[in-house]
């Protein structure tokens, strides 16, 4: 089962080893999606990234405090809005182009997606 304050206390420790990417800094390439989601009570997340990987699960848990009240449905694409999170541009870009979506902003690696037949 997995145990969300492990993995949280487990990212915490491996970001004091690294000077590059500050805890707080985590959830800054989603700093203002929260006015696009206004009204909107869930919104898709995809990534590939691996989601053992404690910074990978604090960056998801970032984005969901980030943006709350809007809930982010892990992995389900079948919304209005998608977030793609994805370990390169170009995986998100062919997944984006499978899906049939639309990319409408990039920030920071970021890319949010617009689904035309979304819920």
């Known amino acids: 089962m997995f145990n969300l304050y492990q993995a949280y206390s487990q990212a915490i420790v491996q970001l004091k080893d690294r000077t590059t990417i500050p805890l707080h800094s985590l959830g800054f390439q989603f700093l203002g999606l929260e006015n696009v989601f206004k009204g909107v009570r869930t919104v898709g ?7 053992n990987n404690t910074l990978a699960i604090a960056q998801f848990e970032q984005a969901q405090y980030m943006l709350a009240p ?4 892990l992995n389900h ?5 998608v977030i793609f999170d994805c370990t390169s541009p170009l ?8 899906l ?3 990319p409408e902003k990039f920030n920071h690696g970021i ?6 037949n979304g819920v």
Do not use: H, Q, S
């Not at 890319?111 to 035309?116: D, S, T, V």
């Open 111 to 116: 890319i949010l997606a617009f689904n035309p």
């Open 45 to 51: 997340y995809y990534t590939d990234k691996d989601l």
């Open 77 to 81: 694409t079948e919304y209005r809005w």
């Open 100 to 102: 049939g979506l639309t």
């Open 70 to 73: 809007t809930v982010l449905d």
């Open 91 to 98: 995986v998100a870009k062919e997944a984006i182009e499978r």
